[in-house]
Nanobody
């Protein structure tokens, strides 16, 4: 079992930045950030494996950076050049297997989420 707690969400204007954090109760091979808007499917944003290999959704490439500090069991998401369409609940997830892609269905452990709102 892995317990995940996100923080760092908030309200910013377009073009602004936010840094999300996710503290895990134990280390996992793969951790990632996902987002969900009411009425839409949950989508993968960025994932990173224990070796530091990262995968990003096309919509955030060049703007978001995922990183992890395994000494602190913490996952981060640095979000720059935010757009109104980035507004969503951002959730942290973890899994133990070798797959480390952005398909939400592959992840068994989820946090409660942190809201990000970007105004134009």
């Amino acid at each position: 079992q892995v317990h995940l707690v996100e923080s760092g969400g908030g309200s910013v204007q377009a073009g602004g930045s936010l840094r999300l954090s996710c503290v895990a109760s134990r280390r996992s091979n793969c951790m990632g950030w996902f987002r969900q808007v009411p009425g839409k499917e949950r989508e993968g944003v960025a994932t990173i494996d224990i070796h530091g290999a990262a995968t990003y959704a096309e919509s955030v490439k060049g703007r978001f950076t995922v990183s992890r500090d395994d000494a602190k069991n913490t996952l981060y998401l640095q979000m720059n050049s935010l757009k109104p369409e980035d507004t969503a609940m951002f959730l942290c997830a973890a899994r133990s297997g070798t797959y480390c892609g952005t398909e939400p269905v592959a992840y068994g452990y989820w946090g409660q989420g942190t809201q990000v709102t970007v105004s134009s």
